[in-house]
């Protein structure tokens, strides 16, 4: 039987904005409904297998994990062997030159599975393959060859001999072969039940009793071929249901991986790896510091290079050389920043050059070897910072000796190879690992030019079903090398000691409560075989009232345990009552292997008590009246040292009973020639009585008993719910048990079936027991292996919890990461369209948002370079702190509609009404619309209660100075490669003009937000009027607090004045001068510009940002 799979699909909601994508997805689906494992890929990234892929592929799989058994079934062979050459003394020399040769045969056959085995030559690894398919079959007919050559040849042969062999043989096919079932089955297990069945029969020497005995044998065999197809499948079962776990879970992992590596990709576009594989590291770790962790550290001889931008527009380039922190500050919305006053001397630059140009200062110019031509610039006569620096200043006139960075050697080379292809038809790549780290900004934009300008020479792209078809190949190769490649049975020596106990505690107690589905199956084995001794022994042993007392008591208890630890498996079939009992019994572990250890007991126990009851006390029960009246007080008593156990028409006694009747009575005239008979020894007149009473078609066979043991010790090997070590020690007990029965309590039974035999030279009780001992020593191997098995797939599943696990932690230590770089839709955006232009970027408009600046003016005054400051990197470590009790506010519940942009120095920016789920309708009341503006105030306020904690904290007295607007802007994401989220427009620039003309300890805010907040009890008072950069004079208020009621709209006549219109202008003045948005470096320049636009504030993020031109396009 084949077995066939279905596949597991994951379905994950996604929506196609696309025509081309939506025809793809509906052509998925039509396929997916037109065959069961269809080949394609679901919404959520899993391979969909073709059926006969999938049956393939379990199919090795399976065979893979069985073939670990056959060296159980050589090693069954190999003991069977042994007693066929030693334990039968009277066989002939030919006789035991076959069997000796068949022993070196199964040794050369198992030798032979080792011959490139672990080669890497190819042609010995095909070799293996095939002598993998060979062999076990080849194995399986020695062992045939072997019974029937045996049988042949043995002078005199009975249906008894080789039972217990057969019985084996017939459980050791289905179990230990590593052959498909609809082989096993239907070929090789018929033909071996019917030539045990058939061939001793065939060749056995007359007896009165040969249909008795076939019939008997058949049961016993069958039952065993039927346990070991109960094995089978038990086996097949767990086998499939660690193939479809596997499977479902590597699908996952490929799902997650797909994921992490999308949002790796868009994490190390935004930070190095260095620092995010660190911050991936510490991600949910507890520190024991006192400060927060701050991912900062200090570079020398840096260089600020700025990018050639694909527009028209002519920019201004700064470039200076020094010293700079690099890192992120606080822990949300991370972006990589450098910090220092060499950072800012660098804006500097910038502002102070001119269009077109590039403008370099002579620090810079000590590094460029003589490369370029310069011209002076005089920057330091146009920006007071350079001349205090002492900084003299150039413009790059000419490229003397052009730069050739590995990108661009990379890309020659590329271009070489597409204008002239190599012979085999192999390429280079056009980026190698190891130049990666060493490209600059100017390598990657180089780079996606060139991929861009040779679009038509290389064509790279692919449909959508080569697409699949590649994802289904690699998943075919991954999920075999998954299951088909590993050796689990190998790998777990290095998990367990030489008991098979795992090592480490808590995985050894994990699979001590763990238990497979349907485990408590193999328990119906002991039921069956105690059902079996009541049919068997029917058929072939005498029938007496005490006997079927003896085999059919125990089954009652067997049935009621079985039912028990079964119910909890067919919870659909029987009551809710018996299941949570069967839970419960199931549940403790002890309990459990308590009932196990009871039936196995039991079954062997009353086997070897029908030993002793059956052929010492049937004649009892049969002839009690008779004795009580005739032979006990006529004849017992003259003869009483004359046990009679067998009657077999004139073999009533055994040779040894004779002998020591016949030396006690001196008037029984013996004539000893050939067997004695009834006639002999005993009156005539006892004879025929005993005739009478004892039917002569009833026959005792005590090698029956034995060879049933054999049959139990099938029954208990295969008990799930036991390790390998009680099986073990109840397979011994039980053998040497039945042992010691078989030679010294039913020595007398024996002789007398010896009788039958003609007396051979070994008693059958010795070749009976040395048989039980096989059988006993090679269960006992194939309970360990059992058990071996059972811990190789619950190791396989720890392996693949533990693999799924640690994919999941990646996954999320990622998306957390991610997500503290973009926000989550945006970064979701970025992570589903994975196939998109660097010139693709991302934007989204929103009609009503709220925007909020919030500085420390006074940080400048704390910020030093100085060596006690560790170069500055302490103060930067106490605005670290700051910003990151900033984020934790963020946390909060009420604050969740909130959405941190970035920090630009000491300067901190928030957003709220920025979310794409909210909708409201057109005629909601104002306090509905702009109810997340009043939240952003209470995260304004809930700001300076930070700042001020801290303050408390660390003895400073640090102020915040903040502005709040709100109104329409543009969210969106700069740079396509280095991406990073940012929101632009009037209401941003007037929000930053708020907070760089306002004063400190306050927050400013317009007459359109005054209006709007007052609605929600917010008191405000009236500054006046601004001047704000091209905005004019616009009137502001300052935030006073919040009130218990609503207060009215104001007007500008019913807000109190300060007092100082006269001034108003000149304070904005000084407060402009004082802006910390960018400079870390304290401004001594006398006079400063009044108005400093929100894009000249994003001047110090450094790390590729775009200049003025741009965002001026932007907002255009």
């Not at 006789?95 to 030798?111: G, H, K």
């Not at 194995?139 to 249906?159: A, D, E, G, N």
Request: negative net charge; proline residues 3%.
């Amino acid at each position: 039987m084949e077995a066939n799979l279905e596949n597991g699909q994951m379905t994950n909601a996604s929506t196609s904005k696309s025509h081309s994508q939506r025809q793809t997805t509906s052509r998925r689906r039509q396929n997916d409904s037109d065959v069961a494992g269809g080949v394609g890929i679901t919404g959520g990234g899993v391979v969909i297998l073709p059926q006969h892929v999938l049956n393939e592929l379990y199919h090795n799989y399976s065979i893979k994990q069985r073939r670990s058994g056959l060296k159980w079934f050589v090693f069954a062979a190999a003991l069977f062997n042994i007693w066929t050459i030693g334990i039968p003394w009277d066989q002939s020399a030919p006789t035991r030159v076959i069997n000796c040769c068949m022993l070196v045969a199964y040794l050369a056959l198992t030798a032979l599975l080792h011959i490139g085995r672990r080669s890497g030559k190819p042609a010995l690894r095909r070799f293996h393959q095939i002598l993998l398919i060979i062999v076990p079959r080849a194995l399986w007919l020695l062992s045939i060859l072997h019974f029937t050559v045996y049988v042949i040849l043995q002078p005199s042969f009975s249906p008894r001999d080789l039972l217990g062999w057969a019985i084996l043989l017939n459980f050791l096919v289905y179990v230990t072969l590593p052959l498909q079932l609809i082989f096993l089955g239907l070929s090789i297990g018929c033909i071996t039940y019917f030539i045990c069945l058939s061939l001793p029969v065939g060749y056995s020497r007359w007896d009165s009793l040969l249909s008795n005995q076939l019939a008997a044998n058949a049961v016993l065999i069958a039952t065993a071929a039927l346990i070991g197809l109960l094995y089978y499948f038990m086996g097949e079962a767990k086998q499939k249901r660690a193939f479809l776990e596997a499977k479902k879970s590597l699908e996952v992992k490929m799902v997650i991986e797909e994921q992490s590596a999308e949002q790796e990709r868009l994490l190390l576009s935004v930070l190095p790896k260095h620092v995010a594989i660190k911050m991936r590291e510490d991600l949910g770790s507890s520190s024991s510091e006192a400060f927060k962790k701050i991912y900062m550290s200090r570079h020398e001889n840096v260089r600020y290079v700025q990018q050639k931008a694909n527009s028209p527009v002519d920019m201004r380039v700064g470039i200076h050389t020094g010293a700079v922190l690099a890192g992120i500050l606080g822990q949300r919305q991370w972006q990589f920043d450098v910090y220092s006053k060499d950072v800012e001397l660098a804006n500097k630059m910038e502002s102070s050059g001119k269009a077109g140009r590039v403008h370099i200062s002579d620090k810079t110019l000590a590094f460029l070897n003589g490369e370029f031509e310069v011209e002076a610039a005089f920057g330091e006569k146009r920006e007071e910072l350079l001349r205090i620096a002492g900084l003299k200043t150039y413009f790059i006139t000419k490229v003397v000796k052009a730069f050739a960075s590995p990108c661009a050697k990379k890309i020659n080379e590329t271009q070489s190879e597409i204008a002239h292809p190599n012979p085999n038809g192999s390429t280079t790549d056009i980026v190698s690992d190891e130049d990666d780290n060493d490209a600059t900004l100017d390598d990657e934009g180089l780079l996606a030019q060139n991929s861009v300008s040779n679009g038509h020479q290389k064509v790279i792209a692919v449909t959508a079903d080569e697409e699949e078809q590649v994802k289904l190949e690699n998943f075919k190769q991954r999920l075999k090398d998954e299951l088909v490649t590993r050796d689990g049975h190998e790998n777990l020596t290095k998990d367990t000691n030489i008991f098979l106990r795992f090592k480490n505690p808590q995985l050894e107690q994990l699979y001590a409560v763990y238990r497979e589905p349907y485990s408590s199956l193999p328990l119906l084995a002991a039921l069956l075989v105690q059902c079996i001794d009541v049919l068997y022994s029917y058929i072939v042993l005498p029938r007496s009232t005490l006997h079927f007392i003896n085999i059919a008591a125990p089954l009652v208890p067997i049935a009621m345990l079985v039912v028990i630890s079964l119910a909890e498996s067919f919870s659909g079939m029987l009551p809710k009552f018996f299941v949570d009992v069967s839970k419960r019994f199931n549940d403790i572990t002890f309990v459990r292997e308590l009932a196990a250890i009871i039936i196995a007991l039991t079954i062997g126990f009353s086997n070897v008590i029908d030993m002793h009851i059956l052929f010492n006390f049937i004649l009892i029960g049969s002839f009690g009246n008779y004795w009580k009246n005739t032979l006990y007080t006529q004849n017992f008593i003259k003869y009483p040292f004359f046990f009679v156990t067998f009657v077999r028409t004139e073999h009533i006694v055994s040779e040894s009973e004779f002998n020591v009747t016949a030396s006690r009575d001196s008037d029984i005239n013996l004539e000893v020639e050939g067997m004695v008979t009834a006639e002999h020894l005993l009156p005539a007149s006892f004879v025929e009585q005993m005739r009478e009473a004892v039917p002569p078609e009833r026959v005792l066979y005590p090698s029956y008993l034995s060879n049933f043991g054999v049959l139990i010790l099938i029954a208990i090997a295969v008990i799930a719910q036991l390790t390998h070590l009680t099986k073990i020690l109840l397979l011994l007990s039980i053998a040497a048990l039945h042992c010691y029965f078989n030679i010294f309590i039913m020595q007398d039974l024996y002789a007398l079936e010896d009788d039958l035999e003609h007396q051979p030279i070994i008693s059958t009780r010795y070749t009976a027991s040395g048989l039980l001992l096989v059988a006993a020593l090679a269960l006992s191997t194939l309970a360990r292996h059992m058990d071996h098995e059972d811990r190789v797939i619950f190791k396989w599943k720890t392996e693949v919890a533990e693999q799924k696990e640690t994919a999941n932690d990646m996954r999320q230590r990622n998306e957390a990461l991610v997500y503290n770089v973009l926000p989550v839709h945006v970064a979701e955006h970025f992570m589903k369209n994975t196939k998109r232009s660097h010139d693709d970027l991302y934007s989204q408009s929103y009609a009503e948002v709220g925007v909020l600046f919030a500085s420390m003016p006074n940080f400048s005054d704390f910020y030093s370079e100085e060596t006690v400051n560790n170069q500055g990197l302490e103060c930067l470590r106490f605005l670290n702190e700051v910003i990151s009790d900033f984020d934790a506010l963020l946390e909060l519940p009420q604050f969740q509609d909130i959405i941190k942009i970035k920090t630009i120095g000491s300067t901190y920016m928030a957003a709220s009404g920025i979310n794409l789920q909210r909708t409201l309708r057109n005629d909601a009341p104002i306090t509905e619309r702009w109810s997340h503006l009043a939240i952003l105030v209470e995260f304004a306020m809930e700001l300076k209660h930070a700042l001020q904690s801290i303050n408390e904290q660390s003895f400073n007295h640090f102020v915040l100075k903040m502005g709040i607007n709100h109104g329409p802007i543009t969210a969106g994401v700069i740079g396509a490669r280095k991406p990073h989220y940012d929101i632009w427009g009037n209401t941003v620039n007037v929000a930053s003009r708020m907070e760089s003309t306002g004063k400190a300890g306050a927050i400013q805010v317009t007459e359109e937000t005054c209006n709007i907040l007052q609605p929600f009890g917010y008191k405000f008072l009236q500054r006046g009027l601004v001047a704000v950069k091209g905005k004019g004079q616009l009137m502001t208020f300052y935030l006073q607090g919040k009130s218990q009621s609503s207060a009215e709209p104001v007007s500008s006549g019913a807000v109190e004045l300060n007092g100082q219109d006269s001034s108003a202008l000149e304070s904005t003045s000084e407060l402009e001068t004082s802006d910390i948005k960018m400079p870390l470096l304290k401004m001594n320049a006398p006079e400063q510009s009044l108005e400093i636009d929100q894009d000249q504030s994003l001047k110090n993020d450094s790390a590729g940002q775009e200049r003025v031109g741009e965002f001026q396009s932007l907002l255009e």
